[in-house]
T-cell receptor
Framework: KAGVTQTPRYLIKTRGQQVTLSCSPI?????VSWYQQTPGQGLQFLFE???????NKGNFPGRFSGRQFSNSRSEMNVSTLELGDSALYLC????????????FGQGTRLTVV | GEDVEQSLFLSVREGDSSVINCTYT??????LYWYKQEPGAGLQLLTY?????DMKQDQRLTVLLNKKDKHLSLRIADTQTGDSAIYFC????????????FGAGTTVTVRA
């Protein structure tokens, strides 16, 4: 059974640009959550999607957005990149996003220069 | 992660037991998780415990939950060099809470 797949693994962008990250959940899982990991702030929740609907959102500016497709794959987009957006972005997959386990992908390492 | 607290570092000798501690502040937490992160990697789910349980054992891992003190611990028996990593405690506060709140992580170093 394939795990959670995040692409790309590494990304370097310039300030002001935008970026799109992709996450393919485990087959049969319908919930996808996104987290940002930085040395200073640790792991912070961005948002969660289930059946193409955003159910919960963390305290991030509107530059951070996401969506989920009918096959449960999810993308997150960051517009007008800032240096502080440099982080490891992790995606978590679970059956329904509530009581069950959440499995994480390897993450996308975004560096903004 | 301000609702979940962990000590930052733990050094243990190979073959000894490691105990990683975590405290959480919300008594309504339903599920509590332990994740492991190795350098350059994502988070690996080690185990989780439901709030109506006191203990859960899975091979070398033992999770203890003290709801009264809001204290969670992870014991790793016979610690090996491959156990060197950052360990995160996380809580899901209620059944329909769609996010996990993480602690800052405990860096475990296994010395020979």
């Amino acid at each position: 059974k394939a795990g959670v797949t995040q692409t790309p693994r590494y990304l370097i962008k310039t300030r002001g640009q935008q970026v799109t990250l992709s996450c393919s959940p485990i087959s049969g899982h319908r919930s996808v959550s996104w987290y940002q990991q930085t040395p200073g702030q640790g792991l912070q929740f961005l948002f969660e999607y289930f059946s193409e609907t955003q159910r919960n959102k963390g305290n991030f500016p509107g530059r951070f957005s996401g969506r989920q497709f009918s096959n449960s794959r999810s993308e997150m987009n960051v517009s007008t990149l800032e240096l502080g957006d440099s982080a490891l972005y992790l995606c978590a997959s679970s059956l329904d996003g509530t009581r069950t386990e959440a499995f994480f992908g390897q993450g996308t390492r975004l560096t903004v220069v | 992660g301000e609702d979940v607290e962990q000590s930052l570092f733990l050094s243990v000798r190979e073959g000894d037991s490691s105990v990683i501690n975590c405290t959480y502040t919300d008594s309504s937490s339903t599920y509590l998780y332990w994740y492991k992160q190795e350098p350059g990697a994502g988070l690996q789910l080690l185990t989780y415990i439901f709030s109506n349980m006191d203990m859960k054992q899975d091979q070398r891992l033992t999770v203890l939950l003290n709801k009264k003190d809001k204290h969670l611990s992870l014991r790793i028996a016979d610690t090996q060099t491959g156990d060197s990593a950052i360990y995160f405690c996380a809580e899901r506060m209620w059944a329909n809470d769609y996010k996990l709140s993480f602690g800052a992580g405990t860096t475990v170093t296994v010395r020979a």
